[in-house]
């Protein structure tokens, strides 16, 4: 076996990112995001991988400044929380109209506005839905656990270089403060290869090799658009991921939920099963793609679905289009930096999913 | 006659939990009005009860709690 660490969810994701083999990390300051960078400057992976490790002037400048290294074909990453990740969506449409891979993490704190530094779920939609323009797409995988937020640190690596396209980590300020036990990975090299698509310097018998976002003529831009589209399938018919709790027994009701807020669901219905409730979780760890099939088929056998989450309802979009009316779907959620309990969760079960 | 105690919080290195309110039977502990430099509501201590247990420091997360005992 591994050897086992304890580790606060925003370290173990900042050693994550050296330990993939990670060129680069450019990125700014905010609660509840700061210990990323500050451990990054602590343990000082220029001196031992080679990676390097720059505080921005700004947001913005951070997700340009991993535009420009991800141009260069390297591995790039940059994480920040919700207000900054706001600045940062000009650049994130930019570079996935480009088709470049980058890996860019999301410390959910609650909104809108500066909001409060308390954690959160409500950038779904900014995620999933867009954020920036254009019709992109934002590889997207929220962990639930310290040990998932590390194990997603190489697995976004790996698609957003398969795909050329960014992948985001949607975390919240809830598994970016808490310690953990995680088992971390073994070092990975840093890219030495050379990719075909990377701006290396022109070389002779080679022609120039441009990246842009900027097509001046529709018929063209129709074309990226095209090609971006056949992506996105491809990535929704292979890269779907989730795990399900006592889905494959005989159940009456069901909860989905993702992230941290799984977690308390998780516990909730622990308590609801030991009431005879006869209830399961399901909990998507690709927010994009999402776990449409899965639901749809669970939708055909329960009496209902009960979405929990740490907003005002934005998953319950997806979980609605899922279930396309099979079954009644309720919502429970609390926000604003506010966190809810298991017996919060076992009264809305009780009370909206059965009673209602 | 019970023990006295003192808690010395790390204001710049609490993030506000709550944990340590949870788990002090004195009701000792509370969240101050004022926020440290990464803007969390830090532990703070509100009256002269603590018995100096130190169940604040077992469970605090990020030990930032340090609990000295009277002899």
Redesign the interface.
């Given at each position: 076996m591994k050897e086992l660490k304890l580790m606060?969810g925003n370290e173990a994701l900042a050693e994550a990112s050296i330990l993939a083999g990670a060129d680069a990390y450019f990125g700014y300051p905010i609660?509840?995001q700061?210990e990323v960078i500050e451990y990054l400057m602590a343990v000082k992976p220029f001196e031992r991988t080679g990676m390097v490790v720059l505080q921005a002037e700004s947001e913005i400048a951070a997700i340009n400044m991993v535009y420009g290294a991800a141009g260069c074909g390297k591995r790039t990453l940059t994480s920040s929380s919700s207000p900054g990740i706001s600045l940062m969506q000009e650049g994130l449409s930019y570079i996935a109209g480009a088709e470049l891979p980058c890996v860019v993490v999301n410390v959910t704190r609650g909104g809108p506005g500066l909001g409060t530094?308390q954690p959160s779920q409500s950038d779904y939609f900014q995620a999933v839905k867009g954020g920036g323009h254009g019709d992109y797409k934002l590889i997207t995988l929220a962990p639930a656990t310290v040990q998932e937020t590390v194990d997603y640190m190489k697995l976004a690596f790996e698609l957003a270089f398969k795909y050329r396209n960014p992948v985001m980590i949607l975390t919240d300020g809830i598994i970016g403060?808490?310690?953990e036990k995680v088992e971390l990975f073994e070092q990975q090299p840093r890219i030495t290869e050379e990719f075909d698509w990377a701006t290396k310097g022109k070389k002779e018998g080679k022609e120039h090799v441009i990246i842009t976002s900027l097509q001046l003529q529709s018929e063209q831009q129709e074309k990226v658009n095209l090609r971006l589209q056949a992506k996105y399938r491809e990535v929704e018919k292979n890269e779907v991921r989730y795990v399900t709790h006592h889905c494959d027994e005989e159940i009456d009701y069901l909860i989905v939920a993702f992230g941290s807020c799984a977690r308390i669901a998780q516990n909730a219905m622990d308590q609801a099963r030991k009431k005879g409730i006869k209830i399961g979780l399901l909990r998507p760890q690709t927010l994009y793609p999402y776990p449409y099939d899965a639901i749809n088929k669970l939708a055909g056998k329960v009496k209902g679905i009960l979405t929990v989450e740490m907003n005002a309802g934005q998953m319950l979009e997806d979980v609605k289009l899922a279930v396309n009316g099979k079954t009644k779907v309720e919502f429970y959620g609390r926000f604003g930096g506010m966190i809810p309990s298991p017996d919060e969760i076992l009264n809305a079960i009780e009370n909206k999913l059965i009673g209602g | 006659m019970a023990k006295k105690g003192e808690v010395v919080i790390n204001i710049e290195r609490c993030k506000g939990c709550e944990v340590c309110m949870v788990a002090c039977p004195n009701k000792v502990l509370a969240l101050a009005k004022e926020v440290n430099a990464k803007g969390y509501h830090y532990a703070i201590m509100v009256s002269t009860d603590c018995n100096g247990c130190a169940n604040c420091a077992v469970v605090c997360p990020d030990s930032v709690i340090t609990v000295y005992r009277e002899k």
């Open positions: 606060k609660t509840p700061s530094i403060q808490m310690m | -």
